[in-house]
């Protein structure tokens, strides 16, 4: 039960760090259209977490020495995205542009991306439909992976694991679908900034959630990766971290959710009516 309570602490330790400086959405409630069960975006959530906690995470936290690591390291390797599996054909090849989207390095990388796809990922489904929902979230993965291999021009060998890439395709079509959304938001700051608003209106002093245009966080997080990947492909990257590349071609895949998207939903989008 202690560590129990202590695994709670450390998480809502976590969300505050996460939280401070910059806005982290969480929640969309009450914006859903069609009401529908996204338990597409539950199941991936689920099968996210089970990799890690099942596969990855008794090699990274139970290893003592740098032999019980290598296991750890090995599964990096083979089964995360490397460039050179799909120029030259080695180990699982085109394979592991799939593989390598339910792989996290530890299980903050994890937490945090699913955070971002509970956030964005249900309206999605609930826009498209569960299946077309899951091909268009490998789709927007596969093309983040291969995209950020082909526009690199170091093609460096280190292996990429996660399902950021995936996820900014998700919040691409969030953007281009639901723009004038609004998102609850955990944010420090904000909730500092908000006290002489609150306390001149007349309105709750303190809350725990801040509500912001979806636009506003999308079209930050969409120049925070533009930004690096220009760099990236002007003068190539020989080290590894986080790959803005994958994200930027991730979240440029939004231009296709148009075809996955429900019928009657695509019919009001374009007759300029809410969806």
Same mark, same amino acid.
């Given at each position: ?26 929640? =969309? ?13 539950? @199941? ?43 120029? /030259? ?54 093309? @983040?992976?291969?995209?950020? /291999? ?33 998102? =609850? ?17 007349? #309105?709750?002093?303190? #809350?725990?959630?801040? #509500? ?64």
């Amino acid at each position: 039960m202690t560590l129990f309570f202590s695994f709670l602490l450390i998480i809502v330790i976590t969300l505050l760090q996460m939280s401070l400086i910059y806005p982290l959405p969480f929640s =969309d409630t009450e914006t859903v259209r069609y009401r529908t069960l996204p338990y597409m975006t539950y @199941a991936l959530i689920i099968l996210n977490a089970l990799v890690f906690i099942i596969w990855q995470a008794p090699d990274y936290y139970r290893a003592q020495t740098f032999a019980e690591f290598q296991g750890y390291v090995d599964k990096l390797w083979i089964y995360g995205y490397r460039g050179v599996f799909m120029r /030259e054909g080695q180990s699982i090849g085109a394979f592991a542009t799939f593989t390598s989207m339910f792989m996290h390095v530890d299980f903050w990388h994890l937490f945090g991306n699913m955070i971002y796809l509970w956030t964005f990922g249900r309206r999605v489904e609930d826009a498209c439909g569960s299946w077309r929902y899951l091909l268009y979230y490998l789709a927007a993965g596969m093309v @983040a992976n291969i995209g950020a /291999e082909l526009l690199n021009p170091a093609h460096t060998d280190i292996p990429g694991i996660g399902a950021s890439g995936a996820i900014a395709g998700i919040m691409g079509a969030y953007l281009l679908l639901f723009p004038g959304a609004q998102v =609850d938001c955990l944010w420090g700051i904000g909730t500092i900034l908000r006290l002489p608003y609150a306390a001149i209106r007349g #309105k709750q002093l303190f #809350k725990w959630t801040i #509500k912001l245009p979806a636009w506003i966080l999308l079209v930050y997080f969409a120049v925070r990766e533009f930004l690096p990947s220009i760099d990236v492909i002007q003068n190539g990257q020989a080290v590894g971290g986080v790959s803005h590349l994958a994200h930027m071609t991730g979240f440029l895949t939004a231009i296709l959710i148009l075809l996955f998207v429900r019928k009657d939903l695509l019919t009001r989008y374009f007759s300029g009516r809410s969806v």
